[in-house]
């Protein structure tokens, strides 16, 4: 029994490999008949992208990727950031696809020095088996490209910058609210440009590939939280006034009042007082004569033109929804407010009887800072604290009750020589004017409800008129 198993396995194993061997030359025949339509051809079923060149003569991959190029030339390239766009042509950046090598590599599938390598590309396309998918983008010249993006980067990159908080003899002497860096990503602008010429096909040619140059922010390792102890935040808010056509000796009291200021902190539930703050204002303190407004009337005097640092403080105070403990309106319409404001949002001091005082009801220190800026001739005055929430509700002026100037005044001195008229008081109309302002705490509870009124009284022009020898 054990003897005809063995003989029976034997003969099947004999069988086996005749079917083996019958089957191998069968398939290297079927390959070979085959492999002998396609000498000067690319294999079946060989793709370039989602292109199928089998069957095809290298010939007929030079001129379908020729066909592209042409296309791929007139293509227009723009890299965009904000408002800078650099445009460029396919044809400038040398964009195209390597035909030859295209061909080349297609036409080589098949038929590799490496025997065994050779041999399973054969079958599997020769046969049907499988396919080979080769994928291709086009060149392009990437100097022009990375030399816009580098100017881009010089231009708008931006370093982050820290907090600055230093406290000396009770006020802020360096005071910077920390700044986001800027850095754009060109590495991604690249990547996107390169991802677009992925799979560009003869019926897939874009005519404008755009590249949108993205920026992200850094972070600076110091916020203004982190840098004092006095819960100061951010800007909670800020008030500005135009001093446009004040004469020199104006311009350098109201610059010299503002230094006073800078820098301030006022603490939780104190108030400020201009008259205070500002000191004494003097020729001794270094102020210059003036117009003020004097006894009715307007005179040169010491530090003539600091009304123009309370009527800012006063607008930085309302903007901000802080209480206004006093405030005095000028007594006639002072060109200078109305520069960028209806009548009524001024405020005049004149120590020691009329000052203009505010008071810090936030949960933090208020700190001022100063911004004179001489080449527009505008003063800002910025607080900076804690933000509780609160909405200020303020209504534009209402002028009315116009009345004309009086009829100019004309005064006989023997300070002039006879027949020599010199202007020293300017004619203003006369009017009234009021605004409303509301303040609502975070909870919708009404905190302040006022209406500023403000009654200006028609003023005179006056000439002197020499009498003098």
Not at 64 to 76: A, D, F, M, P, T
Not at 103 to 126: C, E, F, H
Not at 264 to 272: K, S, Y
Not at 293 to 317: M, P
Request: aromatic share 12%; proline share 4%.
């Amino acid at each position: 029994m054990s003897i005809k198993i063995i003989q029976f396995a034997t003969k099947s194993l004999f069988f086996a490999g005749v079917f083996t061997t019958a089957y191998v030359v069968l398939l290297g025949t079927v390959l070979l008949h085959r492999d002998s339509t396609y000498k000067t051809r690319i294999y079946p079923h060989v793709y370039a992208n989602t292109a199928n060149f089998g069957g095809k003569e290298q010939a007929d991959v030079l001129a379908y990727y020729q066909k592209i190029n042409e296309g791929l030339s007139r293509v227009v390239i723009t890299i965009e950031y904000k408002d800078v766009i650099a445009t460029y042509s396919g044809q400038t950046l040398g964009l195209r696809y390597d035909a030859s090598t295209i061909a080349t590599q297609l036409y080589d599938i098949g038929r590799s020095q490496n025997w065994p390598t050779r041999m399973v590309q054969k079958a599997t396309t020769l046969l049907g088996l499988g396919s080979y998918r080769l994928s291709y983008k086009p060149g392009y010249q990437f100097e022009p490209i990375n030399e816009q993006l580098e100017l881009l980067s010089t231009a708008y990159n931006k370093e982050p910058k820290d907090a600055l908080f230093d406290l000396k003899d009770g006020r802020v002497s360096a005071f910077r609210v920390e700044e986001d860096g800027v850095e754009l990503n060109t590495k991604q602008a690249i990547q996107t440009f390169e991802d677009s010429l992925l799979h560009v096909t003869e019926s897939n040619i874009p005519q404008h590939i755009q590249i949108v140059v993205e920026a992200k922010a850094i972070k600076p390792k110091i916020t203004l939280g982190e840098a004092n102890n006095f819960g100061i935040l951010e800007k909670i808010g800020e008030g500005a006034s135009n001093y446009k056509g004040s004469s020199a000796e104006r311009i350098h009291n109201l610059s010299l009042a503002a230094t006073k200021f800078h820098g301030v902190l006022i603490p939780p539930g104190d108030v400020l007082s201009y008259n205070k703050t500002v000191g004494d204002i003097s020729v001794a303190t270094g102020y210059k004569t003036a117009y003020v407004i004097k006894n009715g009337r307007t005179v040169l005097g010491d530090g003539g033109g600091v009304c123009q640092d309370s009527t800012t403080l006063f607008r930085a105070a309302l903007n901000t929804g802080l209480p206004i403990v006093e405030r005095k309106g000028h007594a006639y319409r002072v060109k200078y407010y109305e520069n960028d404001r209806k009548p009524g949002f001024d405020a005049t001091v004149y120590a020691p009887s009329v000052d203009f005082k505010f008071k810090n009801d936030t949960p933090a220190h208020i700190l001022i800072q100063v911004d004179n800026n001489r080449a527009t001739q505008t003063l800002t005055f910025s607080f900076y604290g804690k933000h509780d929430g609160r909405r200020v509700e303020l209504s534009d002026a209402k002028v009315y009750g116009h009345t004309p100037a009086p009829a100019p005044l004309y005064e006989e001195t023997p300070t002039l020589p006879r027949g020599v008229t010199k202007q020293v008081d300017w004619a203003a109309p006369g009017a009234k004017s009021e605004f409303t302002y509301k303040v609502y705490a975070a909870s919708g509870e009404l905190l302040q409800d006022k209406v500023f009124y403000t009654a200006y009284r028609p003023w005179q022009a006056v000439f002197l008129v020499g009498t003098g020898e």
